[in-house]
Every structure is written in structure tokens, then in C-alpha cells.
């Protein structure tokens, strides 16, 4: 079924009678082309791009749980263009593009809201630093306006601008920046590549991955042993057991990402706002809702749960950078396993083992990836050739040091990105 | 999170600051770039499980710790000093 306003108003009139289950619920085949491990957004952008671009829809997504019950269901929604380093500039401006045509490509309703970001800083080196961030935008063909703190003001007037521990100087302020509804976007991708015959296959777990003189032949599962031609591992926070069942070591540490929420209020914060000097960003949903992290709480975890020393650090960051907060009561707080890679940069490449391709390495970051990544992915995986807006993200830049992409000059500490 | 400190004994991990993983004890010894720079600077095992990893008592005592504790539940089953570690 096609959605539009028309069909919304139509099936209101008649009941609701009319909506149909938005992707089947396939047994697994004994074999396929191509199985994506994952049913994140990222193997569910894969597989749509997969048939959609490459016509190639003999293709399983296998995902453990649920689809979007990883961290496309957990994040904050930020989507911006704002990298700096050759190789992620043009990746993420070229993801930002495919957001931009994203739900009239998935005639889907993701709630894409560009509603602005402001980056802002608190020093004259500061300053230094968003200015040449925002030419490097410029220069990448996407939109940066540098903000003097009236500039600020006029935007955010609710800002503790005198504060003592990090007076505002101003921001670096991206309109085209925004958020988009998470779970729309993965519904959004699962629908578009089950209509055009990707099987979605859920509470299907890979537990192998079968290997023959160097060529992958397929992978176990809890549902049993499925042949493919081709095998992608899409698995975010888990990248490293699955690649392990590959025996591949990879750049990877896993670790916990907190996100908060408040009760819904009315309308109060309409673009989105990172404090990084506390680290805290902030933006506000559509139901209402103050939707705020920070920084990692700093240690490998898989438990999907961090400390509250961290939950303190970051609502006091707030509290420091907009006190009207302090009204508000907080919901929810979660966490998601987050994949870490030792430079903050993602990895789009094959394996030394044929057929074998990995996806990962995104970090606290990828959800702005999602449509990229899968079309980059797809594009190496359906030609073996890596896709012009994704020719850096090699595995290899690790094991040679050279051409590293480290945006933030953190060195290789994978808790410090 | 408590983490046991043997100088400071049980005290809250807001003391404590994360310094990576235990195999920053092991640094290779060659001074040009290897396989083992590769792999003591990115590769990661990053089992799920019960892992070695690095604290600092920042906020207390000041001693480096090793820490045996498991990333699936947050459990910590003992602390050493890395003193003692590496004699
Ligand atoms: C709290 C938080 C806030 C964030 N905020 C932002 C943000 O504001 N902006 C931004 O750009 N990014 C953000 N991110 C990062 C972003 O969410 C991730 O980088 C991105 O979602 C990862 O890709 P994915 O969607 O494919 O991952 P996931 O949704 O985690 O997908 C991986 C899937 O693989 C499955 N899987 C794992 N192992 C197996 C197996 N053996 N067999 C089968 N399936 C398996 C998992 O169940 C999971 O569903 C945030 C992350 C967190 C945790
Ligand atoms: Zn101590």
C-alpha cells in the first residue's frame, strides 16, 4: 500500500480496517545471495539499497531480536554534516543528501526535522576551531554560519551566557543539522526492501560464520544453517563476536552510551544544542520530550546500562548550560553497546576472506550514517568496488597507520572519541 | 560501580578514573611502527565476559590499579596494584 494524506483520511472514514502488516514474516530460505547480519539501520539500509540500487533481492537481513531493538532504537536522532577530515566530509555530506530525499524515496513518514544544530563555544581558540569546521563544511558544499553570542542569544534565549565555569562566545550554527524519528527510519528501511523481496528474518541469531579455504560459504543460526554467496556483519555494539566467529580481531571496543528523556512539555527548544565543553546536547522531541546525553561513561560495557555518576555529570552539565531545565522531570534514562573503533571513524570494507564484508566502527555517531552507510555498502558489496563517497573507511588504515581518520585528534583511544 | 582499592578499601567508582584496557601494560618494545603498535594501540579482543582493565584512584590514594571485572554485568571480582602487576 501506497501512504499518502488521502489513504490516512480514507481509512479513518472506513474504519481503519484497511492497514495491512508493513513486512512479512518470512521462514529463512535454505540459501541466498547475500545475508546481512543485523537488522539495525544500517543492514536494513543496506538490504534496501541492495534491491533498490542493485536489483539484487535474493537477500536475508538475519537479526537476533527484534528489528531496531539495537542502537537505531536508542539514540539521540542527531543528523548533521559537520566532519572536518577528508573522507568523512564528503561521506557524511553525502548521507545528509539521501536524508534530504529520504521519505519520498521510502514513501514513509521519518519525521526528517531540520530544525538546525548549534555547536557552541566558549573561547577565542574555540571560536578558531568551529570557524575552520564550518569552512571545511562550506567547502564540502553543506551550510555552516558562524554565531557571535548575540547571534546566540537571538536564537537561545534561555542560555546561562554568563556562566562562570564556560562563558558563551558564540556557535557554529548548521541549518541543514537536524533529528528524525529512529524508528521510523528503520521501519521506513524494513518496509521499503520487504516490498521489493528482502527477507526480514527476526529472532534469528548468528552463531557462525562457515568458512571454506578462504571463502565464506554461509552462516548457523539459531534457525539453522543458511548458504549465501555473500555475507555482510552489520551488528554495531557486537561487531567483534561476530566478526570473531570469522576469526577476524578488530580495532573495536565496545562501550555505553547514556540517553535521557524528560516528561513531554510544550515546545521549548526548536533546534538542537551541544554543549561539548560540558558535554551535553540536547534537543526536543516531537511528542515533547527533552531527549539529552553526553560524553561515554568510559569503560567496555555490553550491559546496556551505564552509572549514575555519568547520568549526574551530564544533567549537571545541563542544569550549568540552561537552568530553566531544572523544572523538568526526568522519564527515562537507558543505554546502548556502542562499537568503538581507535581512531572514531567508521569501517565500510571487505575482508581478507572472500565474500566476508564488515560494516562497524560507528561509534556513538552512526545514526546520521544510516542511509549512507547502507548505500555505500551495498555498492561495495553488489560490485566489490567501494562506493566514491566511502574510499577511506578500509580496515587496512589500522594495520598500516596511515591515513587514519581521527576527526577529533583524540589519538588511538578508542573511550576518547 | 564500587571498586575496591587494597590501599583505600570499597569506595565509590566516581573516585576512580578509567585508564583502558589492561593491555596498555604491555607496550612493544620496538620504536617504529609494527604489527604489535597495530596491535597494542587498535586491536581489541573486547570480549563480552570478565576482562583486566586499568583504573586510577585519582581521588583518593593515587595508585594504578588492574581490575578484574565483567563488562556483561558490571561486576568486579578483584583489584591489584599495578605495581605488583608488573613485579
Ligand atoms: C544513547 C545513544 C545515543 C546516540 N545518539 C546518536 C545521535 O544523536 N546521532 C547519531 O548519528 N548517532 C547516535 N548514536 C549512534 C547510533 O545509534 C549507532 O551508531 C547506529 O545506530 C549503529 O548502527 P545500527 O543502527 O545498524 O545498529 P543497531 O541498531 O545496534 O543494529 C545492530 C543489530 O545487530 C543485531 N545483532 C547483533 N549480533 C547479532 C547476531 N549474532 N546475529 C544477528 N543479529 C545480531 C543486534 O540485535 C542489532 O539489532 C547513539 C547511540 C546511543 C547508544
Ligand atoms: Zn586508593
Redesign the pocket.
Known amino acids: 500500500m501506497r501512504y499518502s494524506g488521502l489513504q490516512v483520511l480514507w481509512q479513518g472514514l472506513t474504519g481503519n480496517k484497511g492497514w495491512a502488516p508493513v513486512w512479512r514474516e518470512p521462514e529463512p530460505k535454505p540459501e541466498y545471495d547475500i545475508i546481512i547480519?543485523?537488522?539495525?539501520?544500517?543492514?536494513?539500509a543496506t538490504a534496501y539499497y541492495l534491491a533498490r540500487e542493485h536489483g539484487l533481492t535474493n537477500v536475508a537481513v538475519?537479526?537476533?531480536?527484534?528489528?531496531?531493538?539495537?542502537?537505531?532504537?536508542?539514540?539521540?536522532?542527531?543528523?548533521?554534516a559537520n566532519y572536518v577530515l577528508p573522507g568523512n566530509s564528503e561521506f557524511y555530506s553525502h548521507s545528509m543528501k539521501l536524508w534530504e530525499g529520504l521519505e519520498a524515496d521510502l514513501n514513509y513518514n521519518i519525521m526528517h526535522s531540520q530544525r538546525g544544530i548549534v555547536n557552541l563555544f566558549h573561547s577565542d581558540g574555540q571560536r578558531d576551531a568551529y570557524a575552520r569546521r564550518g569552512n571545511a563544511m562550506i567547502n564540502q558544499g553543506d551550510d555552516a554560519i558562524l554565531l557571535d553570542r548575540e547571534g546566540c542569544r537571538k536564537m537561545l534565549p534561555y542560555l546561562d551566557y554568563e556562566q562562570t565555569r564556560f562563558p558563551i562566545y558564540g556557535g557554529l550554527y548548521h541549518p541543514r543539522g537536524g533529528?528524525a524519528r529512529?524508528d521510523a527510519v528503520?521501519w521506513g528501511f524494513a518496509r521499503g526492501a520487504d516490498q521489493r523481496g528482502v527477507d526480514l528474518i527476526q529472532n534469528?541469531?548468528?552463531?557462525g560464520i562457515d568458512i571454506e579455504n578462504g571463502v565464506v560459504r554461509g552462516v548457523q543460526?539459531s534457525r539453522g544453517a543458511i548458504r549465501a554467496k555473500k555475507v555482510g556483519i552489520?551488528?554495531?555494539?557486537?561487531s567483534s563476536?561476530?566478526a570473531a566467529m570469522a576469526g577476524m580481531r578488530l580495532p573495536v571496543e565496545s562501550h555505553?552510551?547514556?540517553?535521557f528523556v524528560t516528561e513531554g512539555l510544550k515546545p521549548v527548544i526548536d533546534t538542537v544544542v551541544t554543549y561539548g565543553m560540558g558535554h551535553f546536547?540536547i534537543s526536543q522531541s516531537d511528542k515533547g520530550g527533552l531527549v539529552f546525553?553526553g560524553d561515554l561513561d568510559g569503560y567496555s560495557s555490553y550491559a546496556a546500562r551505564g552509572n549514575l555518576s555519568m547520568a549526574e555529570h551530564v544533567i549537571e552539565a545541563g542544569m550549568t548550560l540552561m537552568p530553566m531545565i531544572g523544572k523538568a522531570r526526568m522519564l527515562r534514562s537507558?543505554?546502548?553497546?556502542?562499537?568503538m573503533s581507535a581512531d572514531g571513524s567508521p569501517i565500510i570494507d571487505k575482508t581478507h576472506i572472500d565474500g566476508l564484508y564488515f560494516n562497524g566502527g560507528?561509534?556513538?555517531?552512526?545514526?546520521?550514517?544510516?542511509p549512507a552507510?547502507g548505500h555505500c555498502f551495498a555498492h561495495l558489496m553488489a560490485t566489490d568496488r567501494p562506493h566514491n563517497a566511502a574510499t577511506r573507511h578500509r580496515l587496512d588504515r589500522f594495520t598500516t597507520g596511515r591515513r587514519l581518520l581521527d576527526e577529533e585528534a583524540a589519538g588511538s583511544q578508542h573511550n576518547l572519541h | 560501580m564500587h571498586i575496591n582499592c587494597p590501599h583505600c578499601g570499597d569506595r565509590d567508582q566516581r573516585e576512580f578514573s578509567i585508564r583502558g584496557h589492561g593491555t596498555g601494560l604491555s607496550r612493544p618494545k620496538g620504536e617504529t611502527w609494527s604489527d604489535d603498535w597495530n596491535d597494542f594501540l587498535h586491536i581489541r579482543d573486547n570480549l563480552a565476559g570478565r576482562i583486566q582493565e586499568l583504573w586510577h584512584h585519582g581521588g583518593g590514594c593515587g595508585a594504578w590499579l588492574v581490575v578484574d571485572r565483567s563488562n556483561v554485568t558490571h561486576e568486579i571480582f578483584g583489584t591489584r596494584l599495578v605495581s605488583e602487576v608488573r613485579s
Open positions: 547480519i543485523g537488522g539495525g539501520g544500517h543492514g536494513l538475519l537479526e537476533k531480536g527484534y528489528l531496531g531493538g539495537g542502537n537505531v532504537g536508542r539514540n539521540t536522532t542527531i543528523v548533521r533529528t529512529h528503520t534469528c541469531e548468528v552463531t543460526t552489520v551488528v554495531a555494539g557486537r563476536q561476530v555505553v552510551l547514556q540517553a546536547y546525553g537507558w543505554g546502548g553497546i556502542v562499537d560507528w561509534c556513538y555517531g552512526g545514526f546520521k550514517a544510516t552507510s
